[in-house]
């Protein structure tokens, strides 16, 4: 069993950032994904971005250029910082782990940008 802690999200102005932390313990595996998704109240749960063991990224063509994705192996720990924030952002953003046999979801972080 792995179990996720997600922090760093809030209220931010438009332009502004945020990063995001996810912490997972328990039984991790040698090989794992981690990612970070978002959903919009009246959206889908999508994909923002991704990140290997071996520290290969992906990301959403609407966070390119402003996120990145990093990770800590040696703590479980998988980072999103968010830069230049835009209203369209605002979502709930969670954090998944993925192994070769099990997919875990953390429990959200609220990002809302506003003025």
């Known amino acids: 069993q792995v179990q996720l802690v997600e922090s760093g999200g809030g209220l931010v102005q438009p332009g502004g950032s945020l990063r995001l932390s996810c912490a997972a313990s328990g039984s991790i595996s040698s090989i794992y994904t981690m990612g970070w998704y978002r959903q919009a109240p009246g959206k889908q749960r999508d994909l923002v971005a991704r990140?290997?063991?071996?520290?290969?990224?992906g990301y959403a063509d609407s966070v390119k250029g402003r996120f990145t994705i990093s990770r800590d192996n040696a703590n479980n720990t998988v980072y999103l910082q968010m830069n230049s924030l835009k209203p369209e952002d605002t979502a709930l953003y969670y954090c998944r782990f993925a192994s070769n046999t099990n997919i875990y979801w953390g429990q959200g972080t609220q990002v809302t940008v506003s003025l």
């Open positions: 990140i290997t063991t071996g520290d290969s990224t």
